[in-house]
């Protein structure tokens, strides 16, 4: 008998597991279905491309839902066009059912249908590729209702309009060897939030982090012009909590990039700005960083900043005096010294200040003339330009092997 009950227990158990995972039975609807914008219909519109292919859409019932096609409760494989379909001109509409085909799971497995809370989440292109829009949606079931879902009862009521979201904010940036270590200040999605304002349809149940990207390109190559994840390159640097500051470390190595940075929400339930697991959408990157095997710059000549300046020390010495490199790279200077009429005379009389922007030398005999080169660990900077704008030529007997590139 024992061994009967076991046996019909994991039956029961299986069935149930398998019911978790099935479409609903009954019809549980879902759409803008009320005339809540002006007397009229409310709509999905996008400033992008605003074609099927283009946006890229998920639902999913919240803290049920699962990325993963064929778990949670969501709309596993259903395609975006047969719940989003157009209302003619730029307006789409929000117009599905639980029980379509293709679904994964049933919003009716939450605690009680009052407690069922179904999230959308939409994200479009321009035609350039170069900007992103984003939407977010959230809404209680009402079961006497028909649609339960009516994603035009929205407080204020409004139109579901994707938007752009703001570049990242740098908090500051910490060079560590080769790499740049960026922090990145916590964004707000405010703008893109759409809910019922029903208990647990705020935003902070909704989108609860935040995924920082990141893409790497030669030093001085164009700044990236592609949003999507899939195609564009970008590589998930981190995710992190809304609130939270984020750290991403560059892997540039001893290859000199530029890094870009480029944000996007995380959703609940781990859901992204796709409507599949690598078909993220970023927003528009932020101000490069510069990485690699950093170039030491230049020291200033005029404003802005101080040039070199000698003055007299106890006699014969000469004190120098000039201004930090303009590139964080730098760690340390180098003096060379010339003779006056032989500009490419130059050779080194300091491989080292320390890290200090003043020194003291012993000048040779003669008429002399004095080079401040900024240098990293194991490169030097730019010798300074001619009156014809020209690089001056690096001394016969470096102190390191020149790096020479743009200041960050």
């Known amino acids: 008998m024992r061994r009967s009950a076991v046996v019909i227990l994991a039956t029961l158990a299986a069935l149930a597991s398998q019911r978790t995972s099935a479409t609903c039975v009954s019809s549980i609807a879902f759409g803008q279905a009320s005339l809540n914008c002006g007397g009229y219909y409310c709509y999905v519109r996008s400033p992008g491309l605003d074609t099927s292919a283009s946006i890229l859409g998920t639902f999913w019932s919240l803290t049920f839902g699962d990325p993963s096609t064929g778990s949670g409760d969501d709309n596993g494989t259903l395609d975006d066009s047969s719940w989003l379909p157009s209302a003619g001109g730029t307006n789409r509409t929000l117009s599905g059912n639980w029980s379509s085909a293709g679904v994964d799971g049933c919003i009716a497995n939450g605690p009680n249908a009052l407690d069922n809370k179904m999230v959308v989440s939409l994200s479009d292109v321009d035609a350039t590729g170069t900007v992103a829009y984003f939407a977010v949606v959230c809404n209680t079931r009402h079961p006497l209702n028909n ?9 204020p009521h409004s139109h579901i309009d994707l938007k752009t979201i703001a570049a990242p904010s740098i908090a500051s940036t910490t060079a560590v060897g080769n790499e740049a ?3 990145v200040s916590s964004p707000s999605y405010a703008s893109i939030f ?14 609860k982090q935040y995924d920082v990207w990141i893409k790497q390109v030669a030093r001085n190559a164009p700044a990236p012009g592609d949003r999507n994840q899939g195609t564009g390159g970008w590589t998930l640097g981190n995710t992190c909590n809304i609130g939270s500051n984020c750290v991403v470390t560059t892997t540039c190595g001893t290859t000199p990039c530029d890094a870009y940075l480029a944000e996007s929400p995380r959703y609940d339930s781990g859901f992204q700005t796709g409507d599949a697991p690598g ?13 690699g ?3 030491a710059g230049t020291v200033p000549d005029g404003a802005p900043g101080t040039p070199l300046t000698i003055s007299k020390g106890s006699p014969p010495q000469l004190a120098l005096t000039w201004g930090a490199s303009c590139s964080a790279g730098a760690t340390d200077y180098e003096v060379y010294e010339g003779m006056l009429g032989s500009f490419a005379s130059h050779v080194p009389i300091l491989c080292t200040t320390g890290g200090a ?10 008429n002399t003339y004095y080079l401040i080169v900024p240098a990293t660990s194991s490169t030097e900077g730019s010798y300074g330009k001619t009156s014809a704008g020209a690089e001056r030529p690096v001394s016969a ?3 390191r092997v020149q790096n020479l590139g743009s200041c960050p």
């Not at 759409?194 to 989108?207: E, H, P, Q, W």
């Open 357 to 366: 922007t003043n020194v003291t030398i012993t000048p040779s005999s003669g």
């Open 397 to 399: 007997s470096a102190c």
């Open 181 to 183: 270590q960026v922090t």
């Open 194 to 207: 759409y809910s019922d304002a029903t208990a647990g349809c705020l935003i902070g149940g909704v989108i």
């Open 279 to 291: 078909k993220a959408r970023v927003g528009p990157s932020s101000t490069r960083v510069q990485a």
């Open 147 to 155: 649609p339960q879902f009516d994603q035009s009862d929205l407080v």
């Open 293 to 295: 095997l950093l170039s």
